[in-house]
T-cell receptor, first 115, second 112 residues
Framework: SAVISQKPSRDICQRGTSLTIQCQVD?????MFWYRQQPGQSLTLIAT?????????ESGFVIDKFPISRPNLTFSTLTVSNMSPEDSSIYLC????????????FGPGTRLTVL | SQQGEEDPQALSIQEGENATMNCSYK?????LQWYRQNSGRGLVHLIL?????REKHSGRLRVTLDTSKKSSSLLITASRAADTASYFC????????????FGSGTKLNVKP
């Protein structure tokens, strides 16, 4: 299984500011994903981070609010822009397993609180 | 939406007892997976069951899948306090198995 790290692990931010979350994998992976988990809720897929091209966003999520970069096969960033308290969530990245595309491994998450 | 429901939403049992959680989903799937999440941290993969399988075991875990009823269950036998966590099922769409849909989750509390 892949080892995934996220930075920061948590942050408290003021409304109107932006935060960039980093996701680093210890091996090259094809598929990387970003999820949001609002307080007490389940996970919702934000987007698929595509290496070398624009991310593919799910319904309800837009690039202006959640710009994503994927410069190589081991790294991705998610920016939460112009934050409001409703953006307070845990943000998780995941990667698809090399030998089993339908299996995903998750990072430890970034807990974001917006005041 | 393919996102399903899990029940119960919360479950509190004594150590040593068995815990059963159920998951329902809405559309055809490629596979169904169960994950554990401790205290709002990252998810740990527990077990994957494919759409052509009916039952799978892994240690103290037993998963069943009924595609005709679009439902799955996770049984944890001889529970331990360390099993206290939230448990989520996730389905991979039949023709896009990279896309996961998570259930609402069951919060399990195992009392020592």
């Amino acid at each position: 299984s892949a080892v995934i790290s996220q930075k920061p692990s948590r942050d408290i931010c003021q409304r109107g500011t932006s935060l960039t979350i980093q996701c680093q994998v210890d091996s090259q992976v094809t598929m990387m994903f970003w999820y949001r988990q609002q307080p007490g809720q389940s996970l919702t897929l934000i987007a698929t981070a595509n290496q070398g091209s624009e991310a593919t966003y799910e319904s309800g999520f837009v690039i202006d609010k959640f710009p994503i970069s994927r410069p190589n096969l081991t790294f991705s960033t998610l920016t939460v822009s112009n934050m409001s308290p409703e953006d307070s969530s845990i943000y998780l990245c995941s990667v698809g397993a090399i030998d089993s595309p339908s299996l995903q491994f998750f990072g430890p998450g970034t807990r974001l609180t917006v005041l | 939406s393919q996102q399903g429901e899990e029940d119960p939403q919360a479950l509190s049992i004594q150590e040593g007892e068995n815990a059963t959680m159920n998951c329902s989903y809405k559309t055809s799937i490629n596979n169904l997976q169960w994950y554990r999440q401790n205290s709002g941290r990252g998810l740990v993969h527990l077990i994957l069951i494919r759409s052509n399988e009916r039952e799978k075991h892994s240690g103290r875990l037993r998963v069943t899948l009924d595609t005709s009823k679009k439902s799955s269950s996770l049984l944890i036998t001889a529970s331990r306090a360390a099993d206290t966590a939230s448990y989520f099922c996730a389905t991979a769409a039949q023709y896009n198995f990279n896309k996961f849909y998570f259930g609402s989750g069951t919060k399990l509390n195992v009392k020592p």
